[in-house]
């Protein structure tokens, strides 16, 4: 508790950097600030009460805020032309530079950024937020690298805020084993990719459907209400 404003401070998790400027924990203090809780510093040494973002059981989902919501809404209804059919936006690592390669061998043509200094992480020069953005904005689906046992939240409604379909590509045992713990209307955001095998992108049907699926799960509650209802 703090004793001059009377807020419990809480210690927020799970979370990675975005990179098309989504001012995240700003906007999740300012969620919290409305229950009587506030985002802790990150360099606290205290000890505080958890919140961990994330779409796996124990985890507090990331949807979007109030204001954020009809943005979803039509982004996810009609994304409007594309003029690519994918993208990779991803901060620097070994995976996400082999998916890369493998992306620009045997799919289409799409865009790849890659943030940051492979090794250093944490260090992300690059791109201005706004050009991310454009990225995102022009292209059909969003792909990035994982292999934790977490569909990264922050990517996946970064990416649904500009109109793109999210999809983390993982190695194939983390991907089954990752669906198998996520809400069903998401786990075709979760693929798995084979060295040398060809990665195909959906069809516009097939697109259509996860975009349904998304906009339902996404809003079937907000930001604000689901940390009204969190018990930390």
């Known amino acids: 508790m703090n004793a001059t404003t009377g807020s419990v401070a809480v210690r927020v998790s799970g979370l990675s950097t975005p990179l098309a400027g989504l001012e995240l924990l700003a906007r999740v203090d300012a969620a919290l600030r409305m229950t009587g809780r506030r985002v802790a510093p990150q360099d606290s040494a205290d000890l505080h009460p958890e919140i961990r973002f994330g779409w796996e059981p124990g985890t507090m989902p990331l949807r979007p805020l109030e204001d954020q919501r009809e943005v979803v809404r039509a982004a996810l209804g009609d994304p409007g ?6 993208c990779l936006v991803d901060e620097a690592s070994q995976g996400a530079c082999r998916l890369a390669d493998q992306h620009t061998a045997t799919v289409e043509e799409g865009t790849v950024y890659l943030a940051g200094v492979m090794g250093r992480p944490g260090a992300l020069p690059g791109l201005p937020a706004i050009a991310v953005g454009r990225l995102l904005r022009a292209a059909r689906m969003r792909f990035w ?17 500009y109109g793109c379909v999210p999809c983390q590509v993982m190695p194939p045992d ?14 075709s955001l979760v693929t798995a990719v084979i060295p040398g095998e060809p990665i195909v992108c959906p069809m516009e049907e097939e697109l259509a459907r996860i975009r349904a699926q998304l906009k339902a799960e996404l809003l079937a509650s907000s930001l604000e209400r689901d940390l009204q209802t969190a018990r930390v």
Do not use: G
């Open 174 to 187: 983390a991907a089954a084993s990752l669906r198998e713990c996520l809400p069903p209307r998401l786990a």
């Open 81 to 86: 032309e594309r003029s690519v059919s994918w």
């Open 145 to 161: 690298w994982a292999t934790n046992a977490q569909l990264d939240p922050v990517r996946v409604l970064e990416s649904v805020l």
